[in-house]
């Protein structure tokens, strides 16, 4: 057990706060079923006081998920405590993650509130919480820039009270690789009751250091790592699961440590990831970028032919990267379309199969070579489509070099059959003109970001489209995959409109919550 690193992943909490990538209870349970296939061992489900969705998908989380403890955030506040618990009433290992600020820039800007009296309120809160369940981690937030005395000391305290996980996170990426190693190493050396509680860590990516911090506090004692998929997060981001998982399983010779990750469902949870948030993944990134494993210069070329480890210290199958190979073609049945999927992490209800199967037909009359990437891109489109308030019937567009582009489109609005056009400086312009004159709720939104890309090559490829809204402090971002670049483009921005709907109906119950 001493060299277990325990893996802790807030895809859906922390990853939840990047700008833009709010997911919907649907959404999240299929990331945590994924979560589950890659045995993480703790899923942050979210942060159940925030809203009555974060709670209902919390509460849905934990009464499915079975193999991963399931942790729900809480404010050192009585209500907030009550509120999570509720909400893994039903898990089969639930976790209160209770927090607090430390620092004294949060403690005096933030909070108003002197160190004792913080000290008072984490013990407090953590005391409260133990006596539902022993599975107490507590959190010194802005641990990074949290004075060492007084963090020993509130430590020591919140064990006391009865947490059995003890979270030092680097709240804002502030802490190099070394000081952030010592910190962790002067709790293990001065904290007399450190050995009750493991010593987790959460470091975000502000300097791009989330990961090597993570790291240095392993060697230092650290036995619990908090991250995303992706690295996606807060800001710049969390420190990326896969990225801490594969250099402890790559460089056990000086890491000797281990985890339970099944380092071959890396890839599925990363792409499942992306889609559902719409947060791309650069191409550069480690271990799950596109270029990850590509070698471009004919030197290399020829090394990995001879000998893979010339230039590859793992291999793509080890992170679950299969060859870009044609998987499905138009006399494909659908039991063979099951199964792709079911090897690509997705198991579908009849109603969204037989939806995702008709597109797939559709699609294979059209392109002649279909890939794991266009499977994907298509369940995604249409999955997410079920809980829609409007919906995109049919969009015709006609442009030309002299004309002035154009659009008509028909849509359902609240089960209600309407038609609409409109005229703009471009084809998908005039095709979100369009969409906009006959919904009311597309008023006063603006268009923050629109990214179309090419799922694989070829100029049959299907159009994988992003778009983010911006309405007041509201921002979502919607995806639409075809292989018409308008239609994809339509499907993103009504996809877009309904998740702000969406999260119009959240805030509302924020208030009523909080
Ligand atoms: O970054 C942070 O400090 C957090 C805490 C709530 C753990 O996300
Ligand atoms: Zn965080």
């Not at 002197?114 to 981690?137: C, F, M, R, S």
């Not at 409109?422 to 979100?432: E, H, I, K, M, S």
Request: aromatic share 4%; net charge negative; glycine share 6%.
């Amino acid at each position: 057990m001493a060299d277990r690193v325990f893996i802790f992943d807030t895809t859906l909490r922390d990853g939840e706060q990047s700008p833009g990538a709010s997911m919907n209870m649907d959404e999240k349970l299929r990331i945590a079923r994924q979560l589950e296939s890659l045995k993480v061992d703790i899923i942050e489900a979210g942060f159940p006081i925030a809203s009555v969705g974060d709670f209902e998908a919390v509460r849905a989380v934990a009464a499915e998920i079975k193999e991963c403890s399931v942790a729900g955030l809480c404010r050192a506040k009585f209500k907030d405590i009550d509120r999570a618990w509720e909400a893994l009433s039903q898990a089969a290992d639930p976790r209160l993650h209770i927090f607090l600020a430390t620092s004294p820039i949060h403690m005096r800007h933030k909070l108003n509130m002197t160190p004792d009296q913080v000290l008072e309120a984490a013990v407090a809160a953590v005391a409260y919480g133990a006596k539902h369940t022993a599975n107490i981690e507590w959190s010194a937030e802005d641990a990074g820039r949290t004075d060492m005395d007084f963090l020993c000391r509130i430590v020591e305290a919140v064990i006391d009270a009865g947490a059995r996980t003890i979270n030092i996170p680097d709240t804002v990426g502030y802490t190099l690789p070394n000081e952030f190693g010592e910190r962790i190493n002067m709790l293990m050396n001065r904290v007399p009751n450190i050995d009750k509680a493991i010593v987790s860590v959460h470091c975000h990516n502000d300097l791009g250091l989330a990961v090597a911090n993570s790291l240095a506090a392993i060697k230092s004692g650290a036995r619990q790592v908090e991250c995303t998929i992706n690295g996606i997060g807060e800001r710049a981001g969390n420190a990326s699961l896969e990225e801490v998982v594969m250099t402890l399983n790559t460089r056990r010779d000086i890491m000797p440590y281990h985890c339970r990750v099944l380092t071959t469902e890396i890839i599925n949870t990363s792409r499942l990831v992306a889609n559902i948030t719409g947060i791309d993944i650069q191409l550069n990134k480690a271990i799950v970028g596109a270029n990850a494993f590509a070698h471009e210069a004919g030197i290399h070329q020829d090394g990995v032919l001879k000998e893979a480890t010339t230039y590859e210290i793992m291999t793509p199958e080890s992170v679950g990267l299969t060859a870009n190979r044609i998987v499905l073609g138009k006399h494909s049945g659908r039991h063979a379309f099951r199964d792709r999927l079911a090897t690509l992490g997705y198991t579908l209800s009849e109603d969204d199969l037989n939806r995702a199967f008709s597109r797939f037909k559709d699609l294979a009359d059209k392109k002649q070579d279909l890939f794991d990437e266009d499977l994907s891109a298509l369940v995604e489109d249409e999955v997410i489509r079920t809980t829609e308030h409007f919906k995109l019937l049919r969009i015709h567009v006609a442009s030309g070099t002299k004309d002035t582009p154009v659009a008509a489109v028909e849509m359902e609005i609240r089960g209600e059959h309407v038609q609409g056009a409109g005229w703009g400086t471009g084809t998908v312009d005039a095709a979100f003109k369009s969409i906009a004159a006959i919904i009311p709720e597309a008023r006063g939104v603006t268009l923050d970001l629109y990214r179309v890309e090419a799922i694989t090559g070829g100029t049959d490829a299907q159009a994988k489209v992003v778009v983010r809204l911006t309405n007041g402090e509201q921002s979502v971002q919607g995806l639409g995959a075809h292989n018409d670049v308008i239609e994809a483009s339509a499907r993103a921005y009504v996809h877009a409109l309904n998740r702000l709907v969406q999260k119009n109906n959240r805030s509302v119950d924020q208030q009523e919550v909080v």
